[in-house]
């Protein structure tokens, strides 16, 4: 706990004493998107930073723990020796991993004012998550499930959700009634669905407070690179390499579709660059009611 605390949350999240709880909550949604550990791949460093945003979060929109904090805070100010057991985070918003430089001379916000009294056992609604979503071509093309694995805040298991347990502090979530879980959901890919759509999961997000609801998850489609498609609006664009003779004589070819293989029929003479079109073998339309076609392009080996 006084490790915790040493911690400056304010700057952690770009905010000053005076922030509203909405820009609080918007801050934070930037900062946990751009370091969640699935846009980072998987760094350790940025899963950190997450986790400490999270915590900075955590603390700052719950009003009573927020007061802790600042009292806590304010008697460490005091004291002279402080310690310094974890990395400092000063810096801009954004700014994270630079080195600030004259950690001693930091600013630190006046104590002066209290933070708003609010009811700390009111039920608040657990927080919005947004992440980006990595989905194959073939299925960003023709729908499907995908398993998403993300981390959010869950009701805490060992006092479920109350904070305390026998009269004293909760030891596994510290009171916050929440902890951090890392939570898989079957995500439906629908057929057909625009590269950088986002699609809303209703009360997918973080877990509320005193009963309040959870939050929403979104998630951006982001469509994978494939080695062999290309999609353009609802067509699927392939190129194959042909033989010189197939090319000049004509003949069965089977090629790669989205979902197996179909044998197309090369014509006589054709050359480099021309297209043939499969139909309905491209991308869902309408939501897959329709397909879109498979074009070929030709490339010619050299003999
Ligand atoms: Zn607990």
């Known amino acids: 706990?006084?490790?915790?605390?040493?911690?400056?949350?304010?700057?952690?999240?770009g905010i000053t004493q005076k922030?509203?709880?909405?820009?609080?909550?918007?801050k934070y949604r930037e900062?946990?998107?751009k370091y969640h550990p699935d846009t980072n791949s998987g760094s350790k460093v940025a899963e950190d930073k997450f986790k400490i945003i999270s915590e900075a979060y955590e603390v700052l929109s719950n009003a009573k723990k927020r007061k802790e904090y600042d009292r806590e805070r304010a008697y460490q100010k005091k004291s002279p020796r402080r310690p310094r057991s974890q990395p400092d985070w000063s810096g801009p918003p954004g700014g994270f991993g630079r080195e600030s430089g004259g950690n001693q001379q930091r600013q630190e916000e006046p104590f002066a004012q209290e933070p708003e009294a609010v009811d700390p056992d009111m039920p608040t609604s657990g927080f919005d998550l947004q992440f980006m979503i990595d989905v194959p071509l073939p299925i960003v093309a023709l729908g499907g499930t995908i398993p998403y694995t993300y981390e959010k805040y869950v009701q805490c298991e060992e006092c479920e959700g109350t904070g305390s347990s026998g009269g004293d502090e909760c030891p596994e979530c510290q009171g916050k009634?929440?902890?951090?879980?890392?939570?898989?959901?079957?995500?439906?890919i629908p057929p057909g669905v625009a590269d950088?759509?986002?699609l809303a999961f209703i009360k997918e997000g973080g877990a509320g407070r005193n009963g309040g609801p959870p939050g929403q998850l979104f998630l951006k489609i982001c469509t994978q690179p494939h080695p062999k498609f290309k999609r353009v609006k609802n067509d699927i664009i392939e190129e194959v390499f042909i033989s010189a003779s197939l090319a000049e004589e004509g003949g069965p070819l089977k090629v790669d579709t989205l979902n197996g293989t179909t044998t197309i029929q090369v014509e006589e003479e054709t050359l480099v660059g021309e297209e043939l079109r499969v139909p309905g073998e491209g991308a869902a339309i309408s939501w897959g009611k329709k397909r879109g076609d498979l074009i070929i392009k030709f490339n010619i080996e050299a003999e």
């Open 1 to 13: 706990m006084a490790q915790t605390t040493t911690r400056n949350y304010y700057k952690i999240l």
């Open 19 to 26: 922030t509203s709880k909405a820009d609080i909550k918007k």
């Open 31 to 33: 900062l946990a998107k």
């Open 177 to 188: 009634q929440l902890v951090v879980r890392s939570v898989t959901l079957d995500v439906k």
């Open 196 to 198: 950088q759509y986002t």
